[in-house]
């Protein structure tokens, strides 16, 4: 239901961008958001908009981070700049809504790894 895409491998100081697509019988998406997660830790929160836009930031990447989001294409991006070696994670799309059967869902995606090393 969600489809992540744009990991990769970057030099540290450079940026990568990362889409989540949602598809299915979907009425509305409330929250979108982009979380990550390092072997031995917990998944943390990095990002997360609002269908009217608002957002929020971990501390760690506010600043070097922007998430938006395209209503109409049901899709999340994470522009990520500045990279840091502690970005290096595995990052997974999670999205919060509506189905057309008005049940709520709340959908993660397979997960992307993103990791910086020169």
């Known amino acids: 239901q969600l489809q992540a895409s744009g990991g990769g491998l970057v030099q540290p100081g450079g940026s990568l961008r990362l889409s989540c697509a949602a598809s299915?019988?979907?009425?509305?998406?409330?929250?979108m958001g982009w979380y990550r997660q390092v072997p031995g830790k917990q998944r943390e929160l990095v990002a997360r908009i609002t269908r009217a836009g608002s957002t929020n930031y971990a501390d760690s990447v506010r600043g070097r981070f922007t998430i938006s989001r395209d209503n109409a294409k049901d899709t999340v991006y994470l522009q990520m700049n500045s990279l840091k070696p502690e970005d290096t994670a595995v990052y997974s799309c999670?999205?919060?809504?509506?189905?057309?059967?008005?049940?709520?869902?709340?959908?993660w995606g397979q997960g992307t790894l993103v990791t910086v090393s020169s």
């Open positions: 999670n999205a919060v809504g509506l189905t057309s059967g008005l049940a709520p869902f709340d959908y």
């Open positions: 299915g019988t979907i009425i509305v998406i409330n929250n």
